[in-house]
């Protein structure tokens, strides 16, 4: 059969459909880009916000009229909070809740009688098409929080905290590597709590994953910035480790965070961004930071602002908050007017995009090792120009006529992009 995947929200549901991808392949179907050729579709989606949720909705009645006659399967977040409601409404074959999605394959094939060609399978750990046009790829090691953010739907969705094992997770990324790919992300709805449920820990999946696999880059995914696990400043001795970290601070106001039941305070993060900088000088900070959250006053949105640009972040995720049902947050009073949420999202937007400039500027001049990902580009000039990150999460634009598709090469940053959102890089013989 041909199988068609599609995810909407976070990079867990992302590092899902690559697992899925494997399993279809390894039952022997074949993965289509195309939900209209599809005999069956799946689709992970997600309900952070009440926007998530619609969009969820409309991703399945798209699928379903751009092919009738496809069985279709639901499953994410959405679809574990109303399952009932989802495949009433939505028309859906089969819904599989958060808690059965790692046998989400299995569960399809029995529940649809999903024919089996052995003669088609993929030989073990053989990638599919979802992941051979990638050069990174996203590798689920835990599952759940045992956090209640008071904004947060997705710890109910997501459920318990649940760690996979060390060596099943070496042995994929060990497969990854062996079939092209470059670049692994570990990431989690909860990725500091890895072992919390196995008496483990982040740090020594992380030294294991660099002791027992020779994949070239290695980063972390989101992390709250009160899950820091100890040691983790050593491992960014090891130049595989990346120095990128994204820590979601969500706002630099003591009191809001009070109110969304955070648990770090400004000050705590500031102390420890200055020792994480002096260990890591490269270090590349990135964070969440939610506008208009209920309550928010002028004077705790000046502390945002001056607490974001104190901390110089590399790049700010932002998001309007919009109240979401089943949370605490939504009863919370107050509410922020909506045109008072886009004024300071368009000041934030506007002192992220210089706060981002700032970064790149600092490394013009500077030698590194990027992964070459994705096709090429033509510029205005006619030139091929190439795509890819630093170690520390700079994007660059390197103009090159070799092909360098899935490539480590060492550039030269020589100046900052004409977008402002790049670097742009030659390479260095």
């Given at each position: 059969m041909r199988i068609h995947l599609k995810a909407l929200g976070c990079r867990l549901n992302e590092a899902e459909l690559d697992t899925w991808s494997r399993d279809f392949a390894a039952a022997g179907h074949c993965m289509t880009a195309d939900a209209a050729e599809a005999d069956l579709v799946v689709i992970n989606t997600c309900a952070v916000t009440e926007e998530a949720v619609r969009k969820s909705r409309q991703l399945v009645r798209r699928a379903h009229r751009a092919n009738p006659t496809a069985k279709l399967v639901m499953s994410g977040c959405y679809a574990s909070l109303d399952p009932d409601q989802a495949a009433a409404e939505l028309g859906v074959d089969l819904v599989v809740p958060n808690q059965d999605k790692d046998r989400l394959v299995s569960i399809a094939s029995r529940t649809l009688d999903l024919p089996t060609m052995p003669a088609m399978a993929a030989e073990p750990g053989?990638?599919?098409?979802?992941?051979?046009?990638?050069?990174?790829?996203?590798?689920?090691?835990?599952?759940?929080?045992?956090?209640?953010?008071?904004?947060?739907?997705?710890?109910?969705?997501?459920?318990?905290?649940?760690?996979?094992?060390?060596?099943?997770?070496?042995?994929?990324?060990?497969?990854?590597?062996?079939?092209?790919?470059q670049e692994v992300v570990l990431t989690g709805v909860h990725l500091g709590g890895y072992g919390s449920d196995s008496s483990s820990h982040l740090t020594a999946l992380v030294r294991a994953v660099l002791d027992d696999t020779d994949i070239p880059r290695l980063r972390l995914g989101s992390l709250e910035p009160w899950d820091l696990p100890e040691g983790l400043w050593d491992l960014f001795d090891n130049p595989r480790f990346m120095p990128h970290l994204h820590l979601p601070m969500q706002s630099g106001a003591d009191t809001v965070l009070r109110r969304m039941a955070r648990r770090c305070k400004s000050d705590e993060f500031a102390a420890m961004l200055t020792r994480a900088k002096t260990r890591v000088p490269d270090l590349n900070v990135t964070t969440d930071i939610i506008v208009g959250f209920p309550g928010e006053t002028d004077d705790e949105w000046t502390q945002t602002l001056d607490f974001v640009e104190c901390m110089e972040f590399g790049h700010l995720h932002i998001f309007a908050y919009s109240p979401r049902a089943g949370t605490k947050a939504a009863t919370l009073a107050n509410p922020v007017a909506r045109d008072i949420k886009r004024h300071r999202s368009d000041a934030l937007h506007a002192l992220g995009a210089r706060l981002k400039k700032d970064t790149l500027t600092r490394f013009v001049g500077r030698e590194f090792e990027v992964l070459v990902e994705g096709r090429p580009e033509t510029d205005t000039a006619g030139h091929t120009v190439w795509s890819g990150y630093t170690p520390n999460f700079l994007r660059v634009a390197i103009a090159s006529e070799t092909p360098l598709e899935n490539r480590l090469v060492r550039v030269r940053c020589d100046a900052l992009h004409t977008d402002g959102e790049r670097l742009s890089a030659s390479l260095v013989d």
């Open positions: 053989e990638q599919a098409l979802l992941a051979k046009t990638r050069q990174r790829a996203f590798i689920k090691v835990q599952d759940g929080c045992r956090y209640r953010c008071t904004y947060c739907i997705v710890t109910l969705a997501r459920g318990d905290e649940r760690s996979r094992p060390i060596d099943d997770i070496v042995a994929e990324i060990n497969q990854l590597y062996a079939n092209g790919i």
